[in-house]
């Protein structure tokens, strides 16, 4: 996919995201773009915060790859962490990190047990569970 093709896809994502974080009337907070490697939605969930990373692929086929992929790399931080943290350990009790994966034209929309109640699909989006999977999440 062409690099804007895919920024457009990208942005497509996190719009739909945002609209069923906003229909199921969870308490958010969008990112502001153009942090690296930081999370698109933080989300209150008690005391808790869950740093959402929204991806987007056009083959739904490919979503549970693309999610051990990104469980197997090191965990990432949500914006301003290393302001408002005095440790890595104390800013993963706080932000939680989670992928959301929207697919094709936001047919399916794939996100962890943790998420999914957060997120409340339309008659055109399908909402499905990442399966629990034996890789545990890097510390970096």
Do not use: C, N
Not at 14 to 20: D, S
Not at 57 to 86: F, N, R, Y
């Amino acid at each position: 996919m062409k690099p804007k093709v895919q920024a457009i896809a990208k942005r497509f994502a996190e719009y739909l995201v945002g609209a069923m974080l906003q229909r199921s009337g969870a308490e958010f907070l969008v990112v502001e773009t153009g942090h690296a490697g930081s999370a698109d939605f933080l989300v209150r969930d008690g005391d808790r915060y869950l740093a959402i990373h929204v991806r987007h692929t056009t083959d739904p086929k490919v979503a549970s790859k693309i999610w051990e992929k990104w469980l197997e790399g090191p965990a990432v931080s949500a914006p301003g962490l290393a302001d408002t943290q005095t440790s890595k350990e104390a800013a993963d009790d706080i932000y939680e990190p989670h992928l959301v994966i929207v697919t094709g034209a936001g047919e399916y929309v794939f996100a962890d047990g943790a998420t999914a109640p957060f997120l409340a699909p339309d008659d055109r989006t399908s909402l499905s569970m990442l399966a629990p999977s034996s890789i545990v999440r890097k510390r970096a």
